[in-house]
T-cell receptor, first 112, second 114 residues
Framework: KQEVTQIPAALSVPEGENLVLNCSFT??????LQWFRQDPGKGLTSLLL?????REQTSGRLNASLDKSSGRSTLYIAASQPGDSATYLC???????????FGKGTRLHILP | EAQVTQNPRYLITVTGKKLTVTCSQN?????MSWYRQDPGLGLRQIYY???????DKGDVPEGYKVSRKEKRNFPLILESPSPNQTSLYFC?????????????FGSGTRLTVV
């Protein structure tokens, strides 16, 4: 059974620092992987989607990488800002049954 | 604007009183899904639909019903709500999971059953 794990569950860093959020999955038979941002009590906003044939995707200060063989993805945030404070979730879409499995998220707090 | 719209945003109801949470998308997406989100448990899929008149159970379908009579709408029905269904609910859609588009989420419905 596919499991998606995000470590750490929570992270606080000073403003301006670069940081990396981690996502690991147990079954490498995925079609793609998607990173989301969620503000408290709000819906999920898609940040980046990486197809299984891709290694990385970039959008502004965000860069997501995918290593399917090792079951890992990272979300790199450059020059963090207080507005980046949110929960970040990763999700994988499985090849065999189109199911999407979410991690429980990393709650990020950027200290001003 | 391309979006997934859920209504209502907040709902307080009493045990046993049937309710419906609506979900509508304007992107002509084939795939729609309902999730509940609870502290410590993350997002769990309730039901999903690959297309009109096609629905399937997710991981936690008990106590819920759905229908997909038309492509744009995917309502979630609680026939007899119970307090353990108090949660934050999300509807999501995708043109097709195996594409470059991924998932679009609604803003959520916070349901409290007393």
């Amino acid at each position: 059974k596919q499991e998606v794990t995000q470590i750490p569950a929570a992270l606080s860093v000073p403003e301006g620092e670069n940081l990396v959020l981690n996502c690991s999955f147990t079954d490498s038979a995925i079609y793609n992987l998607q990173w989301f941002r969620q503000d408290p009590g709000k819906g999920l906003t898609s940040l980046l989607l990486i197809q299984s044939s891709q290694r990385e995707q970039t959008s502004g200060r965000l860069n997501a990488s995918l290593d399917k063989s090792s079951g890992r993805s990272t979300l790199y945030i450059a020059a963090s800002q207080p507005g980046d404070s949110a929960t970040y979730l990763c999700a994988v879409i499985l090849n065999r049954d189109d199911k999407i499995i979410f991690g429980k998220g990393t709650r990020l707090h950027i200290l001003p | 604007e391309a979006q997934v719209t859920q209504n209502p945003r907040y709902l307080i109801t009493v045990t046993g009183k049937k309710l419906t949470v609506t979900c509508s998308q304007n992107m002509n997406h084939e795939y729609m899904s309902w999730y509940r989100q609870d502290p410590g448990l993350g997002l769990r899929q309730i039901y999903y639909s690959m297309n009109v008149e096609v629905t399937d159970k997710g991981d936690v379908p008990e106590g819920y019903k759905v229908s997909r009579k038309e492509k744009r709408n995917f309502p979630l029905i609680l026939e007899s709500p119970s307090p353990n269904q108090t949660s934050l609910y999300f509807c999501a859609s995708s043109s097709n999971l195996q594409t470059t588009h991924g998932y679009t989420f609604g803003s959520g419905t916070r349901l409290t059953v007393v």
